[in-house]
């Protein structure tokens, strides 16, 4: 099976429950369980992304030529996973599923227990396997023994081989109500109602998002997004380039994809308000939404809501973000330029 998604829609939490949901239906012994809630072989061989070590061959185990510290790391990191299962796993230079990892399944599958009727392998973000890794696994899902169920999680189900996901089946997750995003900051992250109710709202859907726009502060955030919208639709560069770089630092990249994906809140909001809608996200900046319409009534709004989409995707896929930067001005300042034409 295929659990696919956005990043933080609970796709993990429902892996979970649906182990679990399989044992309670076998047997009500609570052994099976919490061997299953703990992630613990042979009932769960759990592969993630894992940084490479110091000269490590395909024929390693996928943690033997780890550091003491990096081993220390990922198991600290899957007691979180096991503690919360929104946590999102943090592993420095962890950037692939590894070759050694899915030859490691290999022999997952070849150990027989006649006494445990169902085991599982979850593969967490599917879509970091490359070509090399998914044609290995390949092989295990075209005939795998009777009682044993893959289950590959990914957000990103178009960077998994055609062959892959032919033979599985594929099941869609959606953005999470807001009250659910809510209700998970608060019970699993001990988010404040107030702060977790200011970012689910802006959040999509997404528990990873929400946490991400806490992280940055997300008042800051849209103030800022406010600015680079006013300065550049106004096409005071330098002014909205300023603004932009309030988001420099160590994660610049992550600050600006949030701020991105909230001016595409904004532009949604726009075209909300063409039709008539009458409740908005930014809704302290309904008279502006309004004025903006009434005095640029042929924007494209849609049209840069499009490549505004590109650029996110630039931003995955490590495009300069100076250039990032150029383009997204030019392209907001392109609202009331093509009014002028």
Partial sequence: MIFYGSEGVGKFNTVLNFAEAIYKEYSPDIHHIEKIQKLREPYIKLITPLPRGKGET?????????TQNQVENLQKEIEKLIENPYHKLNIDGANTIKINSIRDIKKFICVDYHDIPYRFVFILDAH????????????????????????????????????????????????????????????KFGIED?????????????VQKALKLIE???????????????????????????????????KKGEELALAIALIKVWLNDLIRNRFSYDDYYFEEFRDTLI???????????????????????????????????????FELASLSMRNLN
Wanted: negative net charge; contains cysteine.
């Fill in 128 to 187: 970091l396997m490359n070509d090399q890794a998914q044609n290995a696994l390949l092989k295990s899902l075209e005939e795998p023994p009777e009682g044993l169920v893959f289950i590959l999680v990914t957000s990103k189900i178009d960077l998994l081989l055609p062959t892959i996901q032919s033979r599985c089946w594929q099941i869609k997750f959606q953005p999470l109500s807001e009250k659910s995003v809510v209700d998970i900051l608060k019970s």
């Fill in 291 to 329: 004025k903006f319409n009434e005095k640029f009534p042929d924007a494209q709004v849609e049209k840069v809501f499009e490549n505004l989409t590109e650029y996110e995707k630039g931003l995955s896929g490590n495009l300069n973000l100076n250039v990032i930067t150029l383009s997204l001005i």
């Fill in 194 to 206: 107030d702060s977790a109710r200011r970012a689910a709202h802006f959040s999509g859907g997404s």
């Fill in 216 to 250: 940055y502060d997300i008042e800051f955030l849209l103030e800022t997004v406010i600015s680079i919208l006013r300065y550049s639709i106004a096409r005071k560069f330098h002014t909205a380039s300023e603004h932009i770089n309030k988001l420099a630092g160590s």
């Fill in 58 to 66: 395909p024929d390693d185990s996928p943690t033997a030529k780890l």
